[in-house]
């Protein structure tokens, strides 16, 4: 599946709706992924792929750090993932630190298999695994500090994966996330049925590249039975992978309602963490309808990029515009 060059959204819908109130947006004309917006009132605001000037550096950057987000989060009593932040091999003796791989084994092990694995600063999804075994855990270790010096172990947590998007003191979206998945039709293996959602993709403009060869993919369907080569009933339904990210394949469904404690508390955790414009993830066991039972805080987002939410479709792309017009009429104060 051959990777096609996508600009980051941002820029693309600033310059859109700008005229709207006034505003003037220039983008860098080489790489299209920085830009400036001119105000009326003659203020200068810049932007780098999904970040702005909205949220403060000192937040944003804590944000962009999982560990150190944890922490915090934990201490203001708010319901986290019990994790812990592991170095590479190098790292750590670079450091001076145990905290290396083999401490990552023993508190994957205190914590009982399986356990999710993820880069302490990635984003969209990238290399995150539910693990099963040593072996994959060590599989999956090595992937991460391929390209990330620090690696999550957190213990596994189920339920329905949801993305609030906070700016101030209003939700301005909040939509499920449903990991990517295939759906059979009696005759077509899983590969195929792969390509076939792939070209879905490719119709409505989403651009959102499938890998068939992901290692992921390949674990995650070994441990229901099954391969690529598999060929599922009519209807049945299989979850390729364990991560719900619209960037790796996920599906989302917007939340047209909000149980007002939910909204309360994104509200509330986007201010504690020092940000105006925040995407608070949540695996909650029931619904954001419903008054929150058990829930899990996954992550604070202080660049809540909705290129994938926008490119599944023209009502998406829609709400986008409506959202980033908000921004944009907040970055101008």
């Known amino acids: 599946m051959k990777k096609r060059a996508v600009q980051p959204i941002l820029g693309t819908i600033f310059r859109k709706i700008a005229p709207r109130i006034g505003a003037k947006v220039i983008v860098e004309p080489k790489w299209k992924i920085v ?37 915090f989060m934990k201490r203001m009593g708010y319901p986290t993932v019990r994790g812990e932040a592991f170095l590479s091999d190098d790292w750590a003796k670079m450091l001076g630190s145990r ?29 995150v695994q539910l693990v099963h075994s040593p072996n994959e855990l060590r599989k999956g270790l090595r992937t991460i500090f ?23 003191d209003k939700i301005i979206s909040a939509y499920e996330r449903i990991p990517l998945n295939v759906t059979g039709d009696g005759h077509s293996t899983i590969a195929r049925l792969l390509q076939k959602k792939q070209k879905t993709f490719i119709a409505s403009s989403r651009d959102t590249q499938l890998k068939a060869d992901d290692p992921r993919i390949r674990t995650k369907l070994r441990h229901q039975g099954l391969s690529l080569t598999s060929v599922l009933k009519t209807g049945a339904k299989v979850f390729l992978l364990d991560n719900a990210n619209l960037s790796t394949g996920g599906d989302s469904v917007e939340v047209k309602r909000i149980h007002p404690e939910f909204a309360k508390l994104a509200i509330k955790l986007t201010k504690d963490m020092g940000l105006r414009l925040c995407g608070v993830d949540l695996m909650v066991e ?19 990029g909705l290129d994938h939410y926008a490119r599944s479709g023209k009502a998406q792309e829609k709400i986008v515009e409506e959202i980033y017009l908000k921004v944009l009429k907040s970055l101008e104060y």
């Open 146 to 168: 391929k390209r990330d010096r620090v690696a999550l172990v957190q213990k596994y947590v189920s339920g329905r994966d949801y993305r609030i998007v906070v700016l101030d």
């Open 35 to 71: 830009g400036q917006v001119t105000f009326r009132n003659g203020k200068r605001r810049y932007f780098r792929y999904s970040s702005s000037d909205l949220n403060p550096l000192g937040a944003s950057s804590i944000a962009q750090d999982k560990d150190y987000a944890n922490f």
């Open 286 to 304: 029931g619904t954001l309808e419903e008054k929150p039972k058990k829930f899990w805080v996954l992550e604070v987002n202080a660049a809540p």
């Open 99 to 127: 905290r290396n791989r083999n401490a990552a084994f023993r508190f994957a092990k205190k914590l009982g298999l399986p356990v999710i694995v993820k880069p302490n600063s990635g984003s969209q999804g990238g290399n």
